[in-house]
DNA sequence: CGATTACTTGACACCGGTCAAAGCCGGTGG
DNA sequence: CCACCGGCTTTGACCGGTGTCAAGTAATCG
């Protein structure tokens, strides 16, 4: 059982052995569902490592919650960088997770031995920032069925990242109304649009798994971009990055 | 005439003479309205400082415009941290803008040499996530008219900050069609929601002076909390950070 | 002063929300 | 092994917020 973040880096920027060893960090613990792993507004200054399960970055808005980002297997829940962030969302366990707390402070410390891996954790954040633009753009400026399936494809490719999911069908531990809150729509509508793709033969779901009988299909259904999650390109990003920086010495 | 980043700085941070030199980086040039500053896609490895006028990220959805985050006098295009970005998303000139381009490289060096220069830098990049992360929540979940109630309470202290706005009114050069592109609305849908706005004497806008009767009003019908936007506090934060950067040696 | 761009208005359609009830499914305990 | 239970999913009827289309009015600029 590898963990994630390894495997994510890996994927990302190619198998780098020197990593192998540096991103262990001590004691996991387990977060049992709808409990926090960190409380909305608290001030911390250090991130947590989802090892497994799914979470998900939330707010809540008046009567309902507002789910801003789910975390998968390999994300962090704040960004690592500055230390005493205060907290503008909370995060909470939607299935049982295994959670790994990381000082910042640690992280940095031994991010600066190995600027491969600081570039790395760079390029992660910049992912996390590219999700949320993608959710931004498509929960304000899309009709509820490619949304859906545009958050499926998404969830499809960060698992994918992580070795749990392949091109045909992942398991996503997600209720219809985890969903809704995330896509800014009702329980009932989630519903409906669901069976609406399974109509079209464009997703077909029993139970938590989701089987896709054509990715090809969903994303331009969809009009997902798999680019913005760095997912190709990002090993001649990363070299490319490292030859203009000595050229610059 | 004074360099917005640094009336920025001197309003979130307390003045600090210091940086008043530092941040004068070369000559400006001029982009007219409906061009853009940077092109969606691009690569870059510098950032763009706005010094005058109001521009827009943006990305184009379809056949539709998607605006992703509005940019007012003292904001960056982009993060100025990571060299080689390649920016998901475009920047344009919604008025006439004095913009500045700033090289990462040379930021970055500027910032070692100043502690409280790059605590600074790193405090504004949490603040424009956290505008991000507030969009994706009212937008996704918010009626019509508490989103654009919202939009507004956000500007107008966005511009406070660097000095063009106060607690009644303040200089909107926005057109109703870039508002509904922000919040994912028709342009007929926002007309109607400002003039709902106006009837409730919530707002009172006059071409583009909005004017704002009762600001305690507006902001408690648009659930605005100021303090995601690191306004009060600042300061005091900015302290703690130096002095547990401080005791960790 | 004409021409273009922005704003305003009304009628109508539709997407998605709400409410309420009924199945389904997995777990738990007798 | 079955009965029960709570959470999740599915349905239907109805309503309201927003979008669309199309036309008309104001404002801005050369």
Not at 193 to 216: A, K, Y
Request: proline fraction near 5%; aromatic fraction near 6%; hydrophobic fraction near 45%.
């Amino acid at each position: 059982m590898q963990n994630p973040l390894v495997l994510k880096i890996n994927q990302l920027f190619g198998s780098d052995a020197a990593l192998h060893g540096l991103l262990d960090f001590g004691p996991s613990h387990r977060v049992l569902p709808h409990l926090d792993i960190v409380g909305d507004g608290s001030e911390v200054s250090h991130t947590s490592l989802l090892l497994g399960g799914v979470a998900c970055r939330y707010r809540i808005m008046g009567e309902q919650r507002a789910i801003l980002g789910f975390l998968v297997p390999g994300d962090f829940t704040n960004p690592p960088f500055p230390d005493h962030q205060r907290l503008n969302f909370g995060v909470s366990a939607l299935t049982t997770c295994k959670v790994m707390n990381v000082s910042c402070a640690h992280l940095r410390e031994v991010a600066s031995h190995t600027p491969q891996l600081s570039t790395a954790l760079w390029t992660l954040n910049q992912m996390d920032h590219a999700i949320l633009l993608s959710w931004l753009a498509q929960n304000s400026h899309c009709p509820a069925d490619k949304r859906l399936a545009h958050l499926l494809c998404e969830l499809r490719a960060r698992l994918a990242l992580v070795g749990l999911a392949d091109d045909n069908s992942f398991l996503l531990p997600l209720t219809q109304e985890d969903l809704a809150d995330a896509l800014g729509l009702s329980t009932v509508h989630v519903n409906r649009v669901l069976q609406h793709l399974r109509e079209l033969d464009i997703i077909r779901s029993m139970g938590r798994t989701v089987s896709i009988p054509d990715l090809g299909q969903l994303e331009a259904f969809a009009g997902f971009n798999p680019t913005y999650l760095h997912l190709r390109g990002a090993v001649m990003r990363l070299d490319r990055m490292h030859s203009t920086a000595q050229m610059r010495k």
